[in-house]
């Protein structure tokens, strides 16, 4: 069990808007910054989007994240193939003085 | 370009030890914290361990508190991850992380008799 829960899928067919949930508490996405990973097959995960918004060089706009209390939120507009892939978001929890991660969103391109 | 390199990874046995070595370049290691993360096989992320740019402050996931130590060595730009009673639940591709933001490639963790 996640400390930050996620749905296990999500779907849509190229050219659509799809949104991907993180809930947390007031220990950790209450306070701190969400981070979202894109993990492709076979490979490592790399950093979508920081600081809750931000969007490292070389992602694509396609790409924007959001938070509000204690859930943050991908949007990934224009699905494209390629995206389909793991999402999984992370922020620090003051409870746990670690790091924690979400349970991971497997992204289906119809 | 950045870069992060695990090795260390092996087949070991229940009980056992091993220890993973991150080597980067491309930028200042001694200015930023560094992380382990692992990923059992079929599953999600673990954030395993963390450690400030000067080795003063190390946080770790409470299923390894006692049994793993993070370490580095600003001197040769490298990250440590020293693993001892190992049990078949640490079987894992382990990630050496820069901060939270860049990836190295993982290395494989196998603990079986």
């Known amino acids: 069990q996640s400390v930050l829960t996620q749905p296990p899928s999500a779907s849509g067919t190229p050219g659509q808007r799809v949104t991907i949930s993180c809930s947390g508490s007031s220990s950790n996405i209450g306070t701190h910054i969400v981070n979202w990973y894109q993990q492709l097959p076979g490979t490592a995960p790399k950093l979508l989007i920081e600081n809750n918004d931000q969007r490292p060089s070389g992602v694509p706009d396609r790409f924007s994240g959001s938070k509000s209390g204690t859930s943050g939120s991908l949007a990934i507009t224009g699905l494209q193939s390629e995206d389909e892939a793991d999402y999984y978001c992370a922020t620090w929890d003051d409870s746990l003085s670690g790091w924690v991660f979400g349970g991971g969103t497997k992204l289906t391109v119809l | 370009e950045v870069q992060l390199v695990e090795s260390g990874g092996d087949l070991v046995q229940p009980g056992g030890s091993l220890r993973l070595s991150c080597e980067v370049s491309?930028?200042?290691?001694?200015?930023?914290?560094m992380t382990w993360v692992r990923q059992a096989p079929g599953k999600g992320l673990e954030w395993v361990a963390n450690i400030k740019q000067d080795g003063s402050v190390r946080h770790y996931v409470g299923s390894v508190k006692g049994r793993f130590t993070i370490s580095r060595d600003n001197a040769k730009d490298s990250l440590y991850l020293q693993m001892n009673s190992l049990s078949a639940e640490d079987t894992a591709v382990y990630y050496c992380?820069?901060?939270?933001?860049?990836w190295g490639q993982g290395t494989l963790v196998t603990v079986s008799s």
């Open positions: 992380v820069r901060g939270m933001d860049v």
């Open positions: 491309g930028f200042t290691f001694s200015t930023y914290w």
